[in-house]
């Protein structure tokens, strides 16, 4: 059995040179997948989102401003291009399908996503639409879920999807992030974490292993969506936090093992990630990957 993995070549798009998006990341990943033999050569490929999924979550305005190129960019940091538009489109259907595809066999993994910065009617720090509150949303829509449990371990606050979530008892949003990071104004999740600056990995560790089989007994989810932001690696441009590669993996290890061993499904994205060295970063994503290959051996 093979560890379902979601990729499309449009996750990928030339963004002007310089830029600190890392965008050449998504194609560098699967590649190293293949290249490493965490993966075969056989990944799912998504449909881009259609206007009707986006509006489940987003404004019809904002999306049709963003997809015309109306809407300003300075929040979101991206330049705009029909490219771009195509490419974000792509991504959340990408995350969708990984949600699909772990209700069917327990475990799946986009190699993007986690755009959880974006909130209804407007997109900030390089995140557009909002894939996460996508996915859970359409899914409880058509019955396939009641309750579903997000666990964003990105640097950064979920500001966005604990926006959105706010008054619905049927998502639960938990975050944990460096405290002095952006955004500025964090919102209020259903639980917060908010690190110290320079947070190692024995730590962290304990947090992640302290609240999240609580969780998963208290809420009981139907769906885990696992944000495993690569960003608090002590080398992230954008982190602050001090995890090392061994740490991230135990992290994605300690989340995966824990949601499959009590029957959870979890779908798991990659999230943020800013690296000096496109390769170490590309590195650092894949332990998600290959904690993910590990698991599913054992769950097949």
């Excluded at 409880?140 to 926006?163: K, N, P």
Aim: some cysteine.
């Amino acid at each position: 059995m093979v560890l379902p993995l979601v990729y499309s070549p449009q996750y990928g798009i030339t963004l002007p040179e310089g830029h600190r998006f890392p965008m050449s990341k998504f194609k560098m990943l699967r590649d190293y997948l293949v290249d490493q033999g965490i993966a075969p050569d056989e990944f799912h490929c998504p449909q881009p989102a259609t206007e009707d999924l986006l509006a489940l979550v987003h404004d019809r305005e904002y999306v049709r401003n963003f997809c015309q190129g109306t809407h300003p960019m300075r929040r979101i940091g991206l330049p705009w291009s029909p490219a771009l538009v195509t490419r974000t489109c792509t991504a959340v259907g990408g995350t969708l399908l990984t949600a699909r595809l772990a209700l069917t066999h327990g475990l799946a993994c986009n190699t993007a996503g986690g755009t959880h910065h974006a909130f209804s009617d407007f997109g900030a720090g390089f995140c557009i639409f909002n894939d996460l509150a996508i996915a859970a949303r359409c899914l409880h829509q058509e019955g396939l879920v009641a309750r579903v449990l997000i666990v964003d371990l990105d640097v950064h606050q979920g500001d966005g999807t604990a926006f959105i979530f706010q008054n619905e008892p049927w998502v639960f949003t938990f975050s944990m992030h460096c405290a002095d990071n952006f955004p500025l104004h964090k919102q209020n999740s259903d639980l917060d974490v908010p690190l110290p600056v320079g947070l190692g990995d024995a730590e962290y560790l304990k947090l992640v292993n302290y609240h999240l089989p609580r969780l998963l007994q208290s809420f009981r989810p139907d769906l885990v969506l696992y944000d495993a932001g690569v960003d608090p690696h002590y080398a992230d441009r954008l982190g602050k936090l001090a995890l090392t590669d061994q740490g991230l993996y135990e992290r994605d290890r300690a989340v995966l093992s824990t949601c499959v061993a009590r029957g959870v499904p979890v779908a798991a994205v990659i999230g943020g990630g800013y690296g000096e060295s496109m390769l170490e970063l590309v590195v650092r994503h894949a332990l998600l990957h290959r904690a993910a290959s590990e698991i599913y051996g054992r769950l097949a």
